[in-house]
């Protein structure tokens, strides 16, 4: 397979054996994977641990979209985040601990303002429902004190 | 319905810190301290209230930062480890910034002026005192109230005007100054400037603030006595007879409680001796003042200033909004009252302005020249 491969492409093995095929151009928006490329420690299947396909997909579909967009209006590529973004709270945490570990800067920025989107503007018990679930809030709010004077000035 | 999870368990901490970060009105970030105990250690334990603080009010690096040794450390003393003195401190500092920065953040502006220090020249006093400044309107007691420069025959010449701001920390967000039109002279000219700059902070010796800066000599220069630690941008000021408004680019935080105006440029020569002057009747000074939840005291020797937090009396309820009005209200009061006095007991006395102080206007022999106050 590997001989078949076109110039300039990469391959990434994702934790659960999957491959892509990606274009070095996009692969290496991963710092990671950008230094091992300059290192010229990696051949051309480059394994990607910790990431299952699932997310991996998810992470080069963003790069795509960044690489081949960089001529594209700067507005689009928002639209397109703010959409990329927008999923649950699991996906959300999984692709950031990926854009972490590869360091794709961007997406991380972008996933971390996601979530904290969730926090702007809302009232304790709102990010308390979004965050830990009702019953986690009632076993808290016995024992925590510092409700009294957070909820009263800054609610 | 879609799972909920705590990030801050999924996720590794730069992660969560990079979350948090992202918050940049303070209230998000405290009521985010608020969700869980879990949140709040977090919260505290990287001090990011203290980091937005910073972020949002740059200036405040500058300034060490204490809380009143009395209050906060009490529960360690029964617990007794080194980390829980450590956690306590974190703790109040959690609070003291959150407090801070949000007292910096919202608040409604208010007139917080508390008294005048000095002019760098005037030139009758005490009837054309920077006293007069203070006061909205341009006659009082029928007689013109208002500040003047003394004359220069160069027209580039700075004035400066230097207040105190109620408080040692205050936050201010807009600057007001109303040139006096010259209503007793022909052709009624305004002696406005051609631009107003500001600067603010504190006295230079630690000596001057303790001893009496009231008591520095109105009609004195006192520029070198103080240290402007933050200097506006150049405001143009228009020859007009109302209350110009210059709004700061952002609210500024005036760390000490002085507040320099510096007068740019005269435009208005006065016909009888031909000499440029600067005359202001009210200036005002908006913002909110955070004391007494915070002081700022100079440090001897060093200069270095510190910031002092006093959390019983933020516990006390809203020191935000209560405690000043009363202060001011009678702070103006007592202005009031004195400068009736000061004006009384300066007309007892003859000292009315008249000829006899006028080195300039020798032909002006009309008799209505007792009302008209000398420039």
């Not at chain 2, 935080?253 to 202001?280: P, S």
């Not at chain 2, 270095?304 to 516990?315: A, F, I, R, T």
Request: proline share 6%; with cysteine.
């Amino acid at each position: 397979m590997s001989s078949s491969l076109e110039k300039n492409m990469l391959i990434l093995r994702s934790s659960d054996g999957e491959e892509f095929i990606v274009p070095e151009v996009v692969a290496v928006m991963s710092k990671a994977i950008k230094n091992m490329v300059e290192d010229e420690c990696a051949s051309n299947t480059i394994p990607v641990p910790n990431v299952d396909a699932n997310i991996l997909a998810m992470v080069i579909e963003f790069c795509k979209k960044h690489d081949e967009s960089e001529a594209e209006a700067a507005s689009d590529l928002k639209t397109f985040d703010s959409e990329f973004v927008n999923r649950g709270q699991e996906a959300l945490y999984d692709l950031i601990t990926a854009a972490n570990f590869r360091d794709v800067k961007e997406l991380l920025d972008a996933l971390c303002q996601n979530v904290a989107e969730m926090i702007k503007g809302k009232s304790v018990h709102h990010i308390r429902i979004q965050f830990l679930g009702y019953q986690l809030f009632e076993i808290l709010t016995s024992n925590f004190i510092w409700n009294i004077w957070c909820d009263r000035d800054f609610d | 319905m879609e799972a909920r999870c705590d990030f801050l368990q999924w996720l590794q901490m730069d992660m969560s810190l990079n979350i948090f970060m992202s918050l940049d009105d303070p209230s998000d970030l405290i009521r985010a301290s608020a969700v869980s105990p879990s949140w709040h250690h977090f919260v505290t334990a990287n001090g990011l209230c203290k980091q937005l603080c910073l972020r949002l009010f740059p200036q405040l690096s500058s300034v060490s930062f204490v809380t009143e040794p009395s209050c906060g450390l009490k529960k360690s003393a029964d617990v007794g480890s080194s980390n829980s003195v450590e956690w306590e401190a974190l703790e109040m500092e959690h609070r003291a910034y959150a407090f801070l920065v949000r007292a910096l953040t919202t608040f409604t502006p208010k007139d917080c002026i508390a008294e005048a220090i000095s002019a760098s020249s005037t030139d009758n006093f005490p009837e054309e005192s920077i006293q007069n400044t203070l006061d909205p309107r341009d006659r009082v007691l029928r007689r013109a109230s208002y500040w003047s420069s003394k004359g220069q025959s160069d027209p580039s010449v700075p004035e400066t005007l230097i207040y105190k701001v109620t408080g040692n920390l205050c936050v201010i967000t807009e600057i007001s100054v109303q040139p006096f039109l010259a209503y007793f002279q022909p052709g009624f000219p305004i002696y406005s400037a051609q631009s107003v700059r500001f600067r603010m902070g504190h006295p230079r010796s630690p000596e001057d603030v303790e001893s009496d800066p009231r008591n520095l000599p109105l009609q004195h220069p006192a520029d070198d006595k103080f240290i402007w630690t933050y200097t506006s941008q150049e405001f143009p000021m228009t020859q007009e007879n109302y209350l110009q408004k210059f709004q700061l680019p952002e609210p500024v935080i005036c760390i000490g409680g002085f507040l320099q105006i510096e007068l740019l440029g005269r435009v208005q020569r006065q016909e009888m001796d031909g000499l440029f002057y600067i005359c202001v009747s009210y200036v005002e000074v908006m913002g909110q003042s955070l004391f007494p939840a915070f002081d700022v005291k100079n440090l001897e020797p060093s200069g270095k200033l510190l910031l002092k937090y006093n959390p019983e009396v933020q516990h006390c309820a809203s020191p935000i909004s209560s405690y000043r009005q009363p202060l001011a209200t009678s702070a103006n009061m007592l202005h009031d009252n004195l400068r009736g006095l000061e004006l009384l007991l300066n007309m007892l006395h003859g000292n009315a302005p008249d000829h006899e102080h006028n080195d300039w206007d020798d032909d002006d022999d009309n008799d209505n020249d007792l009302d008209l106050v000398p420039m």
